[in-house]
């Protein structure tokens, strides 16, 4: 979906910033110049965005920088990620091709993943938005998969409108997959796609390309999962624009990691993110938390006391179910854990 100028911006007013966010980059009015270009967000680093366009059926790139006043419907969040839709005003070169550009409004974001931003408890971190699958890549071994983790994700893909699968990679690693297909069961009864593949050795790489084929997938989990690995075989030898334009984006940064949207060789895209060591929640407070849980969804409404934190209260369904099986134990432990990392 395009980012409309009709459709999102005011043609009547001059952009100007709200008194909620005097001294901040964002504003939720302004009128948008006649020469302005849409483009998609397919790699951010620092104030510098790469955006794709569209020039008359062929694709091209143009550097954008994010300075001044930025239309958007988002306060305290990410102001460009990878996905958006971007609105950006050219800088034609003395050859008359549009190399350059500054970012100047982003569209509605359809879908995304976001956490907590380090440190900074109000704000939302962005990974990547308007894409269709979250594939939340773990691994058989080194290092081992965590569920908690896992349902960290499943959590974040439900808010983000975002239809999560969980890969798991290296099985080449072991003699027996179903052993952890086995300790994976909950989230088959819960409905959720797992694939089981090694990357390394090219085994079960065609589930991959059938669920990423012509959709937009984002790539995410922990370090050392094997990921560059995955997106390698997929991709092939073929040379990546992007990733070219990025890298020579980076240098000078502190940091050589990046978001980064590559097209596949066999139609759709991936977007690739670094690996993270955690994942805090964001837009989930201790009341809702529960609703997230659905193996909890045919108990938590029979509890003596609403609201119920499921804890400690008399009469609570939801622990009755747990002593009685019906509710898996390791589901409930990664219910308390994040419960408690929440704040009031």
């Known amino acids: 979906m395009k980012f409309t100028k009709e459709k999102h911006l005011s043609k009547h007013s001059p952009i100007r910033q709200s008194k909620a966010n005097k001294g901040k980059l964002v504003t939720n009015e302004g009128k948008i110049p006649d020469n302005a270009m849409n483009g998609t967000a397919v790699s951010v680093i620092g104030n510098t ?7 008359g059926g062929k694709m091209d790139f143009v550097e ?5 006043k930025i239309k958007s419907p988002y306060q305290n969040s990410t102001l460009v990620a990878v996905g958006d839709n971007v609105i950006f005003i050219p800088e034609e ?30 704000n939302e971190h962005v990974i ?3 894409f269709d699958i979250l594939l939340l890549l773990a691994s058989a071994f080194q290092p081992s998969y965590n569920k908690r983790f896992i349902d960290r ?3 974040a893909a439900e808010i983000g409108s975002v239809r999560p699968v969980i890969g798991l990679n ?37 589930s991959v390309i059938e669920l990423t084929k012509d959709k937009t997938t984002l790539f995410f989990g922990p370090s050392g999962i094997g990921k560059s690995t995955l997106v390698n075989k997929l991709i092939g030898n073929s040379v990546q624009k992007i990733t070219e334009i990025s890298e020579r984006t980076n240098k000078g940064q502190h940091t050589t990691t990046f978001v980064k949207m590559l097209d ?6 991936i977007i690739d993110s670094p690996g993270v060591r955690e994942f805090a929640m964001w837009d989930v407070d201790k009341l809702n938390l529960a609703m997230h849980f659905h193996d909890f969804d045919d108990y938590y409404l029979n509890c003596k006391y609403l609201p119920c934190t499921h804890t400690h209260e008399p009469e609570c369904a939801v622990l009755e179910a747990l002593d009685n099986e019906q509710i898996d134990y390791e589901r409930y432990e990664s219910y308390l854990n994040i419960l408690e990392s929440l704040e009031n």
Do not use: H, W
């Open 153 to 155: 994700l499943l959590i």
């Open 64 to 68: 954008c920088s994010v300075s001044g």
């Open 128 to 130: 990547a938005s308007n």
């Open 49 to 55: 965005v790469i955006a794709e366009i569209n020039l």
């Open 93 to 122: 070169s003395d050859s008359g091709e549009i190399k350059k550009g500054r970012v100047i409004a982003i569209g509605d974001r359809l879908s995304k993943i976001s956490r907590r931003a380090v440190g900074k408890a109000t």
């Open 264 to 269: 596949l060789p066999y139609g759709g895209r």
């Open 170 to 206: 290296k099985i080449d690693l072991t003699d027996d997959v179903n052993v952890f297909l086995e300790d994976l069961e909950i989230y088959n009864k819960m409905g959720i796609q797992i694939l089981t593949f090694s990357a390394s050795k090219g085994i079960g790489i065609d």
